[in-house]
């Protein structure tokens, strides 16, 4: 029997929209061609031979949706092996209540379920019968998707399989960032769309017609952009609107643009569960001006420089420490102090995705994932920033410009429109 308060609700669930099925079999066929295809290839280039993903409900691992699974209630082991020979083969063993979703999700060659012997003697048998070399585990210092494996499911597989096996253990933090870093033709293009939607509302908000000096605000100038990309059929990932001093990751404010006001954009839309990260400069004239004042132009052009250079270094088997150094080196030359951050970032399901880390070696911030390699496929947002203080504004203040590249064969290639000059708001 429903209860009063269910009841209440029972008219909006009844006037909810459908499932949309043709995303939801977009979402099986990418989590599929993963599996079936970037993994095996992913395993082969890191020299990993089994790949056991181990875990159970209130602490479940974080990969366990790119294995078809939102959930999962007893421990369950998910096992990928591939042969020098490239014979692949995977295997699911998991607690008979929790073997239904696994054989939906097609994913596994041998699904196995246990009852009161529990999952060792399968998990013992899976393992000897492969015979691996090495055995990824998902455990790591500074890749958190890939360091879901707990401490107490760690000692009940050295319990389990025993020391000779064990010494075979290796992190997976390399197999993880190639294995969703690498994003697939369907992926990349509902990453283009949401790149150039975002590129265009941006591109559209700042206008005279939507940054009126003295009476937009900050919180307007955002919302109306919001509103565009919904109309869209899309979501919004973040959003950042700032004028005068530099804020940071901060949600739009009440502040009046004014005239002679620098605004930078920080934002992205995600279209499909896929979000952009781009970042736009504008500049508002005061009266009598035709174009931005000198100080602010030299600033755009060394970072637009930064950025450019950074872009040219992303390329297949350079390091993320790679493509920092050629954008941060750009600034630091010009006479700039360095920026308090990475150069770049994967772009994915979430705005900070998997992949190498476009970052500076230092260790205590960003650890191993600075020396990954970059690798086809993978997506990542370019952002060397300025940060200064200008006398001419009289506060902190940075340069925004952030691209989205997607890298080939050939190098990083730009999806969308770049910014190469700043955006000029008023009459000229």
Not at 21 to 47: C, E, F, S, V, Y
Not at 166 to 172: D, E, G, M, Y
Not at 371 to 395: C, H, K, S
């Amino acid at each position: 029997m429903l209860t009063p308060a269910a009841l209440l609700l029972l008219p909006l669930l009844l006037a909810a929209a459908p499932p949309d099925n043709d995303a939801q079999d977009a979402r099986i066929a990418i989590r599929r061609d993963r599996i079936n295809t970037l993994l095996p290839d992913a395993m082969k280039t890191h020299g990993i031979e089994m790949w056991l993903t181990f875990t159970r409900e209130n602490a479940q691992d974080p990969i366990l949706p790119t294995l078809g699974l939102d959930h999962i209630v007893a421990r369950g082991a998910f096992i990928f092996s591939r042969k020098p020979d490239g014979a692949f083969r995977k295997i699911a063993i998991a607690a008979s209540y929790d073997v239904d979703p696994i054989h939906k999700s097609g994913l596994y060659d041998e699904v196995i379920a246990y009852r009161k012997e529990g999952v060792r003697p399968h998990l013992v048998k899976a393992v000897t019968e492969a015979a691996p070399k090495t055995i990824a585990i998902n455990y790591s210092r500074d890749e958190t998707v890939a360091d879901g494996l707990t401490l107490g499911m760690r000692n009940y597989l050295e319990e389990a399989l025993g020391p000779d096996i064990t010494r075979r253990f290796v992190s997976s933090d390399k197999l993880v960032v190639s294995l969703l870093g690498r994003k697939l033709p369907a992926e990349i293009a509902l990453l283009r769309q949401a790149a150039e939607l975002t590129q265009r509302v941006i591109a559209e908000a700042l206008t005279p017609a939507h940054v009126k000096p003295g009476v937009a605000t900050e919180a307007a100038l955002n919302a109306w952009m919001e509103g565009r990309v919904k109309e869209q059929g899309c979501d919004v990932a973040f959003a950042s609107v700032v004028t005068g001093p530099s804020r940071g990751h901060s949600d739009p404010t009440d502040r009046v643009i004014q005239r002679g006001d620098v605004i930078r954009i920080d934002w992205g839309a995600s279209c499909g569960g896929y979000a952009a990260d781009i970042q736009r400069t504008a500049y508002v004239l005061k009266e009598g001006e035709t174009k931005a004042p000198s100080w602010l132009e030299r600033l755009w052009r060394d970072n637009l420089a930064a950025n450019r250079a950074a872009a040219e270094a992303c390329k297949p088997g350079a390091r993320g420490v790679d493509v920092d150094t050629a954008g941060r080196s750009v600034l630091t030359s010009r006479g700039y102090e360095e920026y308090p951050h990475g150069t770049g970032h994967p772009i994915g399901l979430k705005v900070h995705d998997v992949g190498p880390k476009l970052s500076p070696d230092w260790p205590e911030r960003y650890g191993e994932p600075i020396f990954f390699r970059i690798e086809p496929g993978m997506v990542f947002a370019i952002e060397p920033l300025i940060y200064i203080n200008p006398p001419e504004a009289g506060y902190d203040l940075n340069i925004a410009l952030e691209e989205d590249v997607v890298v080939e064969e050939s190098g990083a290639r730009y999806l969308g429109t770049t910014q190469t000059e700043i955006i000029l708001i008023g009459a000229r």
